[in-house]
């Protein structure tokens, strides 16, 4: 059963060349079309383009929901409401979301999940990936990514880095 993604993670991972992860540890991902149409919108064009090779190959797939979103999933993003009821109605086996409001969301309906960071402690603790600490680095440098540093401190420290 593949993974369900909101639209951040990806978008991240691909600017900063590391969309393979997302493959690499979940095997394939679904998307909700307000994704997709966040995705296409993303302005770095190799990473778009890295999207939509995996689109292209299938192990991005786009699916559409077959039932309407829950109310109280109306009030977030178009993409975070999307992927959550996604994930949901298959009963994905993780859901890939950064934005905190999406994750307590994800974890009252008792969705397992995880965010960008996990995917690259994993990668870090896998050996896909040499150092934790320069992906946080370009992140924060090529997309401005926000991670606090007693955040940034523990995740460093979970993997002896």
Request: glycine share 8%; aromatic share 2%; net charge negative.
């Amino acid at each position: 059963m593949p993974a369900v993604s909101n639209t951040s993670p990806i978008t991240n991972l691909a600017v900063i060349g590391r969309l393979d992860l997302l493959r690499q540890q979940l095997g394939s991902v679904l998307i909700p079309p307000a994704v997709h149409a966040e995705v296409l919108r993303m302005p770095d064009a190799a990473g778009l383009s890295l999207v939509q090779n995996a689109i292209s190959e299938g192990w991005i797939e786009l699916r559409s929901l077959a039932s309407p979103i829950p109310d109280d999933l109306k009030a977030l993003d178009a993409g975070e409401s999307e992927a959550l009821a996604l994930a949901l109605e298959t009963k994905a086996p993780r859901l890939v979301i950064d934005e905190s409001i999406g994750r307590q969301h994800a974890a009252r309906l008792g969705l397992p999940h995880v965010g960008l960071l996990g995917i690259l402690r994993y990668a870090k603790n896998s050996g896909e990936i040499d150092s934790l600490r320069a992906e946080i680095a370009v992140l924060r440098k090529k997309v401005h990514f926000f991670i606090s540093d007693e955040l940034e401190g523990r995740l460093l420290a979970s993997v002896g880095e």
